[in-house]
C-alpha cells in the first residue's frame, strides 16, 4: 500500500521560507513521478510542481523562481524549497505520485499546512 507523508509546513511572515518534506513508501520511488499540490480554503486544488522519475521539473507560473522541487530517491524522499512566500501561497500542501504520465495522481497524505502572515 502506497503511503505518502507530508511535514514541513508551519507559519511564516511573508517573505519567508519554508522547506516541505514528502516521505513515501510502498512504492518502487525512483520509478515514479512525484508531485506537489496545494488547496487554499475556498478553491480548488491546485499542482504547484512535478518532478518526474528522471528529475524534469515543472512550475505553476504563480511559484516560479521562488519554488524548487526535488527529490532524492536514496530516500524515498521529495521536497519543496519555498521562498519569497507571499500570503497567497497559503494553503493545505500534498505530495502526490503517478506512475506515468497518462495517468493520474495518487494523493496518500494527510498534507501540511503552510500559512503565511502579511
Known amino acids: 500500500q502506497v503511503q505518502l507523508m507530508e511535514s514541513g509546513g508551519g507559519l511564516v511572515q511573508a517573505g519567508g521560507s519554508l522547506r516541505l518534506s514528502c516521505a513515501a513508501s510502498?512504492?518502487?520511488?525512483?520509478?515514479?513521478?512525484m508531485g506537489w499540490f496545494r488547496q487554499a480554503p475556498g478553491k480548488q486544488r491546485e499542482e504547484v510542481a512535478v518532478?518526474?522519475?528522471?528529475?524534469?521539473?515543472n512550475y505553476a507560473d504563480t511559484v516560479k523562481g521562488r519554488f524548487t522541487i526535488t527529490r532524492d530517491n536514496a530516500k524515498n524522499t521529495m521536497y519543496l524549497q519555498m521562498n519569497s512566500l507571499q500570503p497567497e501561497d497559503t494553503a493545505v500542501y500534498y505530495c502526490?505520485?503517478?506512475?506515468?504520465?497518462?495517468?493520474?495522481?495518487?494523493?496518500g497524505g494527510q498534507g501540511t499546512q503552510v500559512t503565511v502572515s502579511s
Open positions: 502526490a505520485n503517478r506512475r506515468t504520465g497518462w495517468e493520474p495522481f495518487y494523493f
Open positions: 510502498g512504492l518502487t520511488f525512483r520509478t515514479y513521478d
Open positions: 518532478i518526474n522519475s528522471g528529475g524534469s521539473t
